[in-house]
């Protein structure tokens, strides 16, 4: 596929997606963002970049309704599971395989994951013809890479996401696809890999240890919105700076994990690189693999609304 063409087929199945995701916030309603300045320039290797906002990229999050939400709720208590740092051996107690347990079990039931569960088990309980049937023959008939029992499911899940691996081979398993892609991670204490979830830059943010230093746009091109759902951001994070980042914005992480799983399972290339339209938005998505478990993952925003960024 060629880096202009959008992806038709995968784009009406995220858009599916998309309309099923009742968990999502509503900016200017649930949260309020500040995007400021653009961000500069920062060259490869250095941790020094121009202050262009002045105040946080997020003004307000209505955190009652987001712990008052089960899955995002289950989600923040698995944040502070991991040394942040490639190299370091994690260590997983019983109270966090638990965590990972329950969080699993909570966004399997919601309309969004159901989609992926395979048609043997759920049929039953999805209505021919919803949505989320024509979701999951999409993805489980076209190319059968999910198990029919629901447990064997949601045990691949787990290895994709939280089955710990080798990501410096110094050390030993030192890394996940969850930590990866949603806690953030440093290498060498020198770079910031990874991060690339909303909820863990508002909770940072609130605790002093990301600085949003503005939104990243092509040179001459329209600037985002406050109300855009996805963004590329530049920021510090522990002494590090990012120097471009991005992350949806306001969805929630059932429909993060929906949305990468999918095309995780539908291609064996170790880099995936898809560009798709979900809502108004023409995404980069890419996706690498690391053996049977997700290495990173993340949209990259191309334009909104028939803004080119």
């Not at 009406?12 to 999502?24: H, I, P």
């Not at 899955?71 to 051996?89: C, I, K, Q, R």
């Not at 966004?107 to 395979?118: A, F, G, R």
Request: proline fraction near 3%.
């Amino acid at each position: 596929m060629s880096r202009e063409s959008v992806n038709q087929e995968l784009s009406t199945v995220l858009n599916q997606l998309w309309s099923l995701d009742t968990n999502r916030l509503k900016p200017g309603t649930d949260y309020t963002i500040s995007l400021q300045g653009k961000a500069g320039y920062v060259a490869q290797g250095s941790n020094n970049a121009r202050d262009n906002a002045r105040a946080p990229l997020f003004a307000r999050v209505n955190e009652d309704k987001l712990k008052s939400i089960k899955t995002y709720a289950l989600f923040m208590s698995l944040l502070d599971n991991y040394e942040t740092s490639t190299g370091v051996t994690e260590t997983v107690t019983s109270e966090e395989l638990r965590e990972n347990e329950l969080f699993l079990d909570a966004i399997l039931q919601t309309e969004v994951m159901k989609v992926l569960v395979c048609l043997a088990v759920w049929t039953p309980t999805v209505k021919k013809g919803s949505v989320a049937y024509k979701v999951g023959m999409y993805l489980v008939v076209s190319k059968g890479q999910s198990p029919s029992d629901k447990q064997q499911f949601k045990k691949q899940l787990y290895d994709i996401w939280f089955k710990l691996y080798h990501r410096d081979r110094s050390g030993g398993e030192d890394s996940c696809g969850f930590e990866h892609v949603f806690v953030g991670e440093t290498k060498n204490g020198k770079e910031i890999i990874g991060f690339h979830n909303w909820v863990q830059f508002y909770l940072q943010e609130k605790l002093g240890q990301v600085d949003y230093k503005g939104y990243k746009a092509q040179e001459k091109k329209s600037t985002p919105d406050e109300d855009d759902h996805v963004l590329n951001l530049q920021f510090s994070w522990k002494g590090l700076v990012k120097p471009v980042g991005s992350s949806f914005i306001g969805v929630s992480p059932e429909f993060e994990f929906a949305l990468f799983t999918i095309i995780f399972l539908r291609s064996t290339e170790k880099v995936t690189t898809v560009k798709v339209k979900v809502d108004e938005y023409v995404l980069e998505v890419v996706v690498c693999r690391l053996g049977r478990s997700i290495g990173t993952s993340y949209p990259k925003l191309l334009s909104s609304n028939n803004r080119d960024l």
